[in-house]
């Protein structure tokens, strides 16, 4: 089997237990907190998708691929199951949101990491194309899988089914440990405005990182104190204008060529 076909296997595993567990979540939550609760529980999912971004971001400068993949993993698998077991511990409900927000924010940013491995291993678009259509149709199933599930009197899923159900959202993701050992992507280097290698922002992953640019700047022109930073023109007295330039501008007009023989100063 490929690299991609593994990358795809696993995300089919780990969206399909996604998508179930969710959906048996959101049952629970409606059962006990109502729509209201189900709303507040989905606005902290949407705030932990929005700040998965940064966290991606600082992460991949300090992990890579493979650790990347793994942390998430794990901490991921154990925030599933412990969102569920504060809600059926009859936790408040801003707690259980807390923990879903974190849940999504460690999610989206191992999500982020597999689009990179897929990338890594297939550049081409058509491969990115089969990741995310294979993802969106197994979530589907999976939803659809958690309506058909037999209820109990009390709740929505009740017994060994839903201890099943728990500990397949969270064991779900015991694939991604797996593929994360052949990971491709390297660490990435530190950008602007993110310490470097000596301890500066945005001095790592550039050529001469740590050494004062120098700066050579054309005739006419001049740079202060030596340091990198945007060349003035030097201002000079209307006699040093050049043939054919703006009076008292020592650099020569861009239409010098058309300009007539009244411009030029005498």
């Known amino acids: 089997m490929t ?20 959906t048996v979540f959101s049952l629970q939550v409606v059962r006990d907190h109502g729509l209201a609760g189900l709303g507040l529980c989905n606005a902290a999912m949407l705030c ?3 700040l998965s971004a940064p966290v991606a971001a600082r992460l991949s400068t300090h992990l890579d691929g493979r650790a990347l993949l793994r942390v998430t993993a794990a901490t991921e698998a154990g925030l599933r199951i412990g969102t569920f077991v504060l809600l059926l511990a009859g936790a408040p409900l801003a707690v259980v949101a807390a923990a879903v927000a974190a849940s999504n924010v460690v999610a989206w940013t191992g999500y982020a990491g597999m689009r990179a491995e897929v990338a890594a291993a297939d550049p081409r678009g058509a491969a990115m194309t089969w990741y995310m259509v294979a993802v969106a149709a197994i979530e ?6 958690a309506a058909l599930l037999p209820t109990g009197p009390a709740q929505p899923v009740s017994g060994g089914l839903l201890v099943a159900v728990v500990a397949g959202y ?6 991604t440990w797996l593929v994360a050992g052949g990971a491709r992507v390297p660490r990435a280097p530190a950008g602007p405005g993110r310490p470097g290698s000596d301890g500066r922002p945005g001095s790592a992953g550039r050529p001469g990182a740590g050494a004062r640019p120098r700066c050579s700047p ?20 209307p006699s040093s204008t050049a043939p054919g330039g703006w009076p008292g501008r020592p650099w020569p007009s861009p239409w010098a060529a058309w300009s007539p023989p009244w411009w030029s100063p005498a």
């Open 170 to 175: 969270g064991a779900c993701l015991l694939p």
């Open 140 to 145: 589907a199933a999976g939803t659809a899988t």
């Open 218 to 237: 054309p005739a006419g022109w001049s740079c202060s104190s030596g340091r990198a930073r945007p060349c003035s023109p030097s201002v000079s007295p």
């Open 3 to 22: 690299r991609l076909r593994r990358l795809i296997a696993t995300a089919l595993v780990d969206s399909f237990g996604l998508s179930l567990g969710w």
């Open 48 to 50: 932990g998708v929005a």
